[in-house]
């Protein structure tokens, strides 16, 4: 059974083709191409050699000791044990957790951590050969990791400017979700303009029970973010000014690009709006949020908006999910000005399938921007896009968001395949919406980017 719903927010009144066209990228994914002997020659396969250099380029940031990672992925003797395991993973391209149909839509991130077709086929090789060690003088040096307290950018920016936390809460060893949203202050005295931020819990006990956190921005007198903010809130906090940052299993920072950033003003606070959920013990912990200011003076050219694109609504058309089976939702949001759009990350959650993102031009032409099409819970990863690929789009723009979802026993992770299931904040409730980073531009500007950018062929019209 498959049911489908279709919810609008600043739609135009007219009849929209829901027909999804792919981009081909004329890319052949390793499964069903090449083999691994034709990609990967007729030379031996040892691990210290050819896998170690594969696992610490992609894998070995979580796969190590200390880290919540099922196993670490230093040494041979280490990783010889999980061989197969490897192998399935990486072949099903479950591991990195790059969930992204390489297929379609956009086709370089800023950020990709996915394992390319020879590497795959080099892992495969190796273990249907043996798994062998081969000679250890070949182990690449070994690689030095930051401090796992460190903030990630640091590595990019230096350390934080500054550091705000959530008020401490305590969630008990058995409990229903819930919702933590304090108020803290932003200590800024002048208009400030952001390169970064990064939301971690405080403490690894705290990564047990964060489901996920927002950090909103509450600002007065402040016309132009109200105009452009996400709209998430749905007026639960009159001042809103958009979002700054929303954290989950997976993500790590954001990093605007040159000459764009965020604006903190005199008197702001953020507003958490953190999720917690029951580890089996008694957790207190707080959310950090690191910001890192461009200069004084320096002001940079774009303000960027997080945005949260909707397929699922409070009001309006409701997310319905009969008992055992397949669900469709669409949802459309017009663009108010030309814009650039920075990454794509979407958030579902337990019976979460696939989610796309396309981009309905004026004139009506459909291109595909983004598919998730193996959207795993566990893993919330934030794709960001190559700057040189990042989709520029006109006003009037339509973004399509479209979500699947599978209320069925045949999906991994589904607690309960015989529930109807609706709209809601819990975990075991559904929502789906992709968080985008939207950098608005003039008329002006996208004029004189269009002038100097062709159509791309493979972009087809709508029906």
């Not at 969630?171 to 952001?194: F, G, K, Y």
């Not at 990350?345 to 921007?369: T, V, Y």
């Not at 700057?387 to 006109?394: G, I, R, S």
Request: aromatic residues 8%; negative net charge.
């Amino acid at each position: 059974m498959i049911t489908r719903k279709t919810s609008f927010r600043n739609a135009p009144s007219v009849a929209l083709g829901l027909v999804t066209y792919g981009i081909p990228l004329g890319m052949l994914l390793f499964a069903g191409s090449a083999s691994a002997a034709e990609l990967t020659g007729n030379k031996p396969v040892t691990f210290s050699k050819d896998i170690a250099p594969i696992f610490q380029e992609k894998c070995q940031d979580c796969h190590r000791k200390g880290t919540a990672a099922p196993m670490s992925l230093i040494t041979w003797e280490e990783a010889r044990p999980w061989a197969r395991s490897i192998k399935d993973r990486v072949v099903a391209r479950n591991m990195p957790p790059w969930h992204i149909d390489q297929n379609v839509g956009v086709r370089h991130f800023a950020n990709d951590m996915s394992l390319s077709n020879e590497q795959i086929a080099t892992i495969v090789k190796w273990v249907d050969t043996g798994a062998a060690q081969g000679d250890p003088k070949d182990m690449p040096a070994a690689k030095t990791w930051n401090d796992d307290a460190a903030w990630q950018l640091a590595s990019k920016l230096g350390p934080p400017d500054m550091i705000i936390k959530s008020t401490p809460y305590t969630m008990p060893a058995n409990s229903q979700d819930q919702w933590w949203r304090p108020l803290a202050d932003i200590p800024v005295t002048e208009a400030r303009w952001v390169r970064g931020v990064e939301i971690r819990p405080g403490t690894n006990a705290g990564r047990k029970i964060t489901h996920h956190a927002l950090a909103h921005l509450v600002q007065e007198n402040d016309p132009d973010a109200q105009r452009f903010s996400d709209g998430i809130g749905d007026g639960r906090s009159p001042n809103e000014a958009g979002t700054l940052m929303e954290w989950a299993i997976g993500k790590s920072y954001d990093l605007y690009p040159e000459g764009s950033g965020k604006l903190l003003l005199p008197g702001s606070h953020i507003w958490w709006d953190i999720h917690y959920h029951a580890a089996g013990e008694a957790i207190t912990d707080v959310v950090e949020l690191g910001v890192w200011l461009y200069p004084k003076g320096q002001e940079p050219k774009h303000r960027t908006y997080l945005t949260g694109f909707q397929s699922t609504s409070r009001q309006g058309s409701r997310l319905d999910i009969p008992p055992n089976s397949i669900a469709m939702q669409d949802g459309f949001t017009v663009l108010k000005a030309a814009a650039r759009l920075e990454n794509f990350q979407p958030h579902m959650h337990l019976r979460g399938k696939s989610m796309s993102m396309e981009a309905i031009l004026p004139n009506g032409q459909i291109q595909m921007i983004a598919n998730v099409d193996k959207f795993d819970f566990n893993w919330m990863t934030n794709y960001i896009f190559a700057p040189e690929e990042a989709p520029v789009l006109p006003k009037g723009t339509v973004i399509h968001i479209k979500s699947i979802f599978d209320n069925t026993a045949a999906h991994k992770g589904n607690p309960d395949p015989d529930q109807w299931i609706g709209w809601g904040d819990r975990t075991v409730d559904e929502m789906a919406h992709a968080w985008v980073n939207v950098t608005y531009l003039s008329d002006e500007e996208y004029k004189a980017w269009a002038d100097t950018h062709k159509p791309t062929p493979s972009v087809r019209a709508g029906n």
